[in-house]
């Protein structure tokens, strides 16, 4: 049996704030503000995982109401995302993503994300591609105020 699911995350961008995108912290003057880490793709992600387990979402699954989750390393929440898919008896069969972001430019950092990803996953490399987009200085991304990431994930499953 195979299940999708989809994911979106954002997240304003604020001066001196880390910033931290598929696991890797991405050199830059902006950093995206969240309860966790803001690590925008990963959100998306474990939202994608969540629902295509038919699992609630990441709001529901790790609250910004519990100071458990303040400034979490987004990679761990991944990873516990991981166990509850793992648990109800599916794998991932693949994960396709975009990040939308007017700057910086990703191009070069896209490999480091999709081993970082891989690892936390426990999946080959292969089976995760991240994509990066601009928004053509169209909107709150591309006023550079702001960052989203979208996911699809094929989960699989032998349950009928």
């Known amino acids: 049996m195979f299940r999708i699911g989809f994911g979106f995350d954002t997240h304003k961008l604020s001066p001196d704030v880390p910033f931290f995108l598929g696991g890797i ?3 830059h003057s902006k950093g995206a503000t969240g ?3 803001g690590d925008t793709l990963i959100h998306a992600i474990i939202d994608a995982l969540l ?3 038919g699992f609630c979402d990441i709001g529901t699954q790790y609250p910004d109401t519990d ?3 303040k400034g979490i390393d ?3 929440l991944l990873q516990r995302t991981l166990s509850l898919v793992t648990s109800a008896g599916y794998q991932i069969g693949n994960i396709d993503t975009t990040i ?3 700057v910086p430019k990703l191009k070069s950092m896209i490999p480091l994300m999709r081993e970082c990803l891989a690892s936390c996953l426990d999946i ?3 089976r995760i591609s991240v994509k990066a987009k601009t928004s053509e200085k169209l909107g709150f991304i591309g006023r550079e105020e702001g960052v ?3 996911a699809v994930v094929l989960l699989l499953s032998e349950k009928p």
Request: hydrophobic share 40%; aromatic share 8%; no cysteine.
């Open 25 to 27: 912290l991405i050199p």
């Open 35 to 37: 309860h966790s880490d």
């Open 51 to 53: 629902g295509a387990a």
């Open 67 to 69: 100071d458990t989750f």
């Open 74 to 76: 987004s990679k761990i």
């Open 100 to 102: 939308v972001l007017q």
């Open 124 to 126: 080959p490399v292969d």
């Open 148 to 150: 989203s990431a979208y």
